[in-house]
């Protein structure tokens, strides 16, 4: 069974930009919609980003035009490039199949300072 791993996050100032890693193992996500999501404290999971097989985007407007998502099948990884970081942004991130997904992992901190 297809593991996810994320990594990549950290403390950031605000404005700053972080790279997002989800790297799969196990089993090929090359067709699957990879999404990522976060959740911040007291609050529920939400969508931020996602990517088809064929490299079609989907975005949050709260994250439109700063983060970028992108994959790369041969390395079994999507990635996503969080630019111009914000506050609000803060939370864990996490990486899933947006069909027949797998267990929710620890995921990786993202933190914005202001």
């Known amino acids: 069974q297809v593991q996810l791993v994320e990594s990549g996050g950290g403390l950031v100032q605000a404005g700053g930009s972080l790279r997002l890693s989800c790297a799969a193992s196990?089993?090929?996500?090359?067709?699957?919609?990879i999404g990522w999501y976060r959740q911040a404290p007291g609050k529920q999971r939400e969508f931020v980003a996602s990517?088809?097989?064929?490299?079609?985007?989907n975005y949050a407007d709260s994250v439109k035009g700063r983060f970028t998502i992108s994959r790369d099948n041969a390395k079994n990884t999507v990635y996503l490039q969080m630019n111009s970081l914000k506050p609000e942004d803060s939370a864990v991130y996490h990486c899933?199949?947006?069909?027949?997904?797998?267990?929710w992992g620890q995921g990786t901190q993202v933190t914005v300072s202001s």
């Open positions: 899933n199949r947006a069909w027949r997904q797998v267990g």
């Open positions: 990517i088809s097989s064929l490299g079609s985007t």
């Open positions: 196990g089993s090929t996500i090359s067709i699957d919609t």
